[in-house]
């Protein structure tokens, strides 16, 4: 009863104290020992959605794996969402390929990568991790399984996403724009009611790749990573980027050693900037976003370029949309 009671007090001052908008930049408000639980974030602006279906699990008290999948369900079943499943631009080969992956506060792990003709490859993802010894299948194997396990095949190539695709045949040229959605991930990481964090994250991958590629997305430890000591990251953008310095287990690592959720995906960011920097890579073409939450329900965000943005949902925050801080 003490505890409660020290939450609302503080709950009370909290809110006269920060009238929220849209595109605050509540990320780098402290929170105090009191836990703020359940909370759920997701990246890019049909992150709000998406937290909204999530919310129906953490509300109630569900557990956040449920919470996740439920969550970023929403975005791969969008055919308007170009970038994540039904409706995701293609390959080069007019190919839709996805790749998924999902991650408990057990550190239970469940990927699939070039995915085609399943709907929601994130559901498929936690099968593999619930259903099999493995952690990851691909291609034609994680197709055949998801076949097995009562997965409809499913075209998934929409007729906008097929006339964009033989519009970038003519010239045939790869060069992704940055925050131009053709190569974003909706990533959502989630603290529940038992104080227990897991994560998901999805994607079609970056418009008109070579068949075969694969980002961070289904990476444990690059697209996204849980340790429920700690804290979740996930991340989005180019993935060979982040790939690079296992971004989100980095993010992850440095909250471990005491930084706040943004300091630890700004220190991130820059990790990935020294890469870049070293290989002649020209920062003007990349982009990289990270988001992440803490045991406490402390929650952070940074990006190398303006225009990412993520969306958070608590008790505390009625499901807002938050510019990252951006390093140039």
Known sequence: ?????????????????????????????????????????STWRF?????????KVLGKGGAALDAVEKGVMLTEADPTERSVG?????????RVTLDACIMDHLMNIGSVASLEHIMHPISVARAV????????????GALQFAVSQGFKKENLLTPESEAEWREWLIKSEYNPKVNV?????????????EGNLSGACTTSG?????????????????GLYIDNEVGA???TGHGEEVIRIAGCHTVVELMRQGHSPAEA?????QRIIGSAKKRNKDLKDIQIGFIAINKTGQHGSYCLQKGFQYAVQSPLINNILVDAPSLI
Not at 11 to 30: D, G
Not at 88 to 94: C, E, M, S
Not at 181 to 193: Q, S, V
Not at 206 to 222: E, L, N, Q, T, Y
Request: contains cysteine.
């Open 265 to 269: 995906c700004k220190k991130a960011v």
């Open 47 to 55: 992150g709000l959605q998406a937290n909204a279906e999530a919310w």
């Open 129 to 140: 991790m619930e259903k099999t010894p493995h952690v990851m299948l691909v291609g034609d």
């Open 206 to 222: 970056m418009a008109f790749k070579m068949h075969g590629r694969v980002g961070d997305s289904p990476i444990i430890g690059a």
């Open 1 to 41: 009863m003490t505890d409660r009671r020290k939450f609302i007090k503080w709950s009370a001052t909290f809110l006269s104290a920060f009238a929220f908008k849209k595109t605050e930049a509540v990320n780098l408000i402290a929170v105090p020992e009191t836990k703020i639980k359940p909370i759920v974030l």
């Open 181 to 193: 959605e053709n190569h974003d991930t909706i990533g959502m990481i989630a603290l529940d009611a």
């Open 233 to 235: 990251a996930t991340a």
């Open 86 to 94: 039904y409706g995701g631009r293609p390959d080069r080969d007019g």
